[in-house]
């Protein structure tokens, strides 16, 4: 079974920093492009990063590029998203996602999600 | 960064009604245009792909047009599973981007 399972949300200080982690199984990981899309309280999705299948290539939303580095290990089947200079607008749950194979560029599994809440 | 722009942002529709969705982007984005359905607290769900294609398992009455920068996606009779929240997302710039969301809802 295709599964993608995150982790490392939490309540966390502006300024801080976060690590999330999301954990891949059920497909070949290595093969994949992979993404971080968040969704704000009651607000809509927002693509945040992505990274090729061999790590070689990443990309960044504006609003989080100098901040945020997504990385993958994929001998651990893992993505990565290490969240800097956390703001109180970054609260959001972040789902981690992978990619259809080919050129056809969408998520075809999602995690469920994890919280992260950037408060003092 | 490209636009999108979904209407309605939320409508009211009965089982078995055909319902249509409408994306445009700001600019050009070719057939890179896919469609997701979200319930509340479940993460989004893939429904139609590269604008027109329909992803593995999902319902035949859903399905996707357009090409440039005007989009549809037409529900052609709504079953009680399908009131959630719509999205459209565009893949064609190296930063990608989702519509506002449009909310369909019990009449």
């Known amino acids: 079974e295709v599964q993608l399972v995150e982790s490392g949300g939490g309540l966390v200080q502006p300024g801080g920093s976060l690590r999330l982690p999301c954990a891949a199984s059920g497909f070949r990981f290595s093969s994949f492009d992979m993404s971080w899309v968040r969704q704000a309280p009651g607000k809509g999705l927002e693509w945040v990063s992505r990274?090729?299948?061999?790590?070689?290539?990443?990309y960044y939303a504006d609003s989080v590029k100098g901040r945020f580095t997504i990385s993958r290990d994929n001998s651990k089947n893992t993505l990565f998203l290490q969240m800097n200079s956390l703001r109180p607008d970054d609260t959001a749950v972040y789902y981690c996602?992978?990619?259809?194979?080919?050129?056809?560029?969408?998520?075809?599994?999602w995690g469920q999600g994890t919280l992260v809440t950037v408060s003092s | 960064d490209i636009q999108m722009t979904q209407s309605p942002s939320s409508l009211s529709a009965s089982v078995g009604d055909r319902v249509t969705i409408t994306c445009r982007a700001s600019?050009?984005?070719?057939?890179?245009l896919n469609w997701y359905q979200q319930k509340p607290g479940k993460a989004p769900n893939l429904l139609i792909y590269?604008?027109?294609t329909l992803q593995s398992g999902v319902p035949s009455r859903f399905s996707g047009s357009g090409f440039g920068t005007d989009f549809t996606l037409t529900i052609s009779s709504l079953q009680p599973e399908d009131f959630a929240t719509y999205y459209c997302q565009q893949t064609y710039s190296i930063l990608w981007t989702f519509g506002q969301g449009t909310k369909v809802e019990i009449k």
């Open positions: 590269s604008a027109s």
């Open positions: 996602a992978k990619h259809l194979p080919g050129s056809a560029a969408a998520f075809d599994m």
């Open positions: 990274i090729t299948g061999s790590g070689g290539s990443r």
């Open positions: 600019q050009s984005i070719s057939s890179y």
